[in-house]
């Protein structure tokens, strides 16, 4: 059963940046790039909500709007690792960032999701 665990998270000032690491574990015999990943957020009080997502390979990238042209997600298979590479965080941008992983399509919504990580808190302030 594979694993994901986020990191990278912290306390950022608005307009600052934070690169938000998901490594997965336990994926012996079936290879790592096997799995699409998204990223979600929650923010205190509100639902958990996609941020964006990346397919098998890397080669396809999805945002939502309220991330475009701030966020890059990206992968490294060799290294069991997909990034979220935030920029101009603004205090909205607070949350809990949740890695997820599915075999079967970029998990987009809760109820496509295999596996999620523990979650990794980022606070932005103004």
């Known amino acids: 059963q594979v694993q994901l665990v986020e990191s990278g998270g912290g306390l950022v000032q608005a307009g600052g940046s934070l690169r938000l690491s998901c490594a997965a574990s336990?994926?012996?015999?079936?290879?790592?790039?096997?799995?699409?990943v998204g990223w979600f957020r929650q923010a205190p009080g509100k639902e958990r909500e996609f941020v964006g997502g990346?397919?098998?390979?890397?080669?396809?990238?999805y945002y939502e709007d309220f991330v475009k042209g701030r966020f890059i997600i990206s992968r490294d298979n060799a290294n069991n690792t997909v990034y979220l590479q935030m920029n101009s965080l603004e205090p909205e941008d607070t949350a809990v960032y949740y890695c997820?992983?599915?075999?079967?399509?970029?998990?987009?919504?809760?109820?496509?999701?295999?596996?999620w990580g523990q979650g990794t808190l980022v606070t932005v302030s103004s």
């Open positions: 997820a992983a599915d075999k079967n399509r970029v998990p987009m919504v809760i109820g496509h999701v295999e596996v």
């Open positions: 336990g994926v012996s015999g079936r290879t790592f790039s096997s799995y699409a």
């Open positions: 990346i397919s098998w390979s890397g080669g396809r990238t």
